[in-house]
């Protein structure tokens, strides 16, 4: 009977992801297929054709092949994710790098990212799956500013309750924050506020915490009313 249970309970969380893909690719195969008609007949007009206009239509079914490639991946990394392969990692130096890789497209969104970073706070960590966790965290936190605005990039030591020096990475937005009744399900498995959304980057951030013996928490900003996000590990001693 418990096997039954499993069993069950596997086919409805796969029945759940398979309708919850379907839905999401759904939208993008639609704006494809329209804008591919909408090219065709401006390629039939031969001498009218509108160069301009056909950029556009190009440039529409690129970003919609590009969401379909980002749910693809993000629903493969959830049901195939890597097993961690942890070294002596230097925080700092981690964030560093991920914001300046994405600081110009930040800037075009007229995001001011800050990077504030504690100078030699290290971890046991897997570097690639805290970058994807971070990368994951920023693009929340720019989602939530539409029109812009400042964005912290923090790495910092705390102390937990139980004594132990934890490893903190967190940013924070300079958007509205997130309504107290949806709190509680940000982090689920295909669970997303966002209209295009597909609820899994957070999940994924989660199950990299877990990973590192870790937490993930949405905690009170620190330098307005935004989303603070913070992932805490156990911290490696000072080189």
Known sequence: ?????????????LGHMAARMAHEVRTPLS????????????????ARLDPTEARELVRA?????????????????????????????L????????????????????VDARLLADPDVWAEADASLLRQALWNLLRN??????????????????KAESGETQAVLAVEDGGPGVPEAEREVIFQPFTTTKDRGTGIGLALVREVAMAH???????????????????????????
């Open 1 to 13: 009977q418990r096997e039954d249970l499993a069993r069950s309970e596997r086919l409805a969380a």
């Open 31 to 46: 704006s494809i297929g329209l804008n591919a008609d909408l090219l065709g007949d401006e390629l039939a007009a031969g």
């Open 61 to 89: 079914i690129s970003g919609e092949v590009e969401r379909l490639r980002d749910i693809t991946e993000g629903y493969l990394d959830r049901a195939r994710p890597a097993p961690a392969q942890h070294q002596r990692v």
């Open 91 to 110: 925080l700092g130096e981690l964030a560093g790098s991920l914001h300046d890789f994405v600081r110009s497209e930040l800037e075009r969104r007229g």
């Open 141 to 158: 936190a720019w989602e939530a500013m539409p029109d812009g605005g400042p964005l912290w990039l923090e790495v910092r030591l705390r």
């Open 213 to 239: 013996r870790g937490t993930i928490a949405l905690v009170a900003g620190r330098h307005g009313q935004g989303a603070r996000f913070e992932l805490a590990m156990p911290a490696a001693p000072r080189s």
